[in-house]
């Protein structure tokens, strides 16, 4: 069974670049008609999708970060990242890796089934 | 966008209640509706898929339905475990976008 681990730091200044990797345990997490996500959740803004990696190298951001953030993927390492840049309080939240299937291959379940634990990130001096 | 307007953003029932919850969407989604159920303190878990598929391991007391803009997350008969903040999230296009949540409580 697949499982995430999002690891980086807890605390980031104002201004600063937040860095997060999520650690896969297996190979599964490029596996054909998959998205690798990231995803965050605040009291203030719910849950929000940052973007995501496709399979294929596809990559797909939410307009609203899409200049402040910069997922990559590391496939050798089962790993996957995200730099978000020039942080603000307002993006102090729990950030989650995931792994969503895609709608378009009928393979896969079209929805979100593994998620990390979740990590959380507080932008402060 | 496609925004996702969740009601009621908490409900109060007892256990063996029937629960309600509802999602509507900003535009039509056809089934690409997904909900999932969040405990306190743990990443979202996903329940139906496709607005009424039900995950595998998922208690059949869970359903889901509707299509288009309008859409149901059902529990039959609340069990004490269900307690949890309840999540629709449309799958149609990227920005993916998230309701408000329902929290659940007894």
Known sequence: QLQLQESGPGLVKPSE????TCIASDASITASGYYR???????EKGLEW???LYYNGDIYYNPSLKSRVTISGDTSKNQFSLKLNSVTAADTATYFCAR???RTNMS?????EVWGQGTTVTVSS | DIQMTQSPPSVSASIGDRVTITCRASQDLGNWLVWYQQKSGK???LLIYKASSLQTGVPSRF???GSGTDFTLTINSLQPEDIATYYCQQAYSVPLTFGGGTKVEI
């Open chain 2, 63 to 65: 359903s889901g339905s």
């Open chain 1, 108 to 112: 896969v379940i079209p929805g979100t």
């Open chain 1, 50 to 52: 940052i973007g995501s």
């Open chain 1, 100 to 102: 969503r299937g895609s």
């Open chain 1, 37 to 43: 996500d990231w995803v965050r959740q605040s009291p």
């Open chain 2, 43 to 45: 990443a979202p878990n």
């Open chain 1, 17 to 20: 670049t937040l860095s997060l």
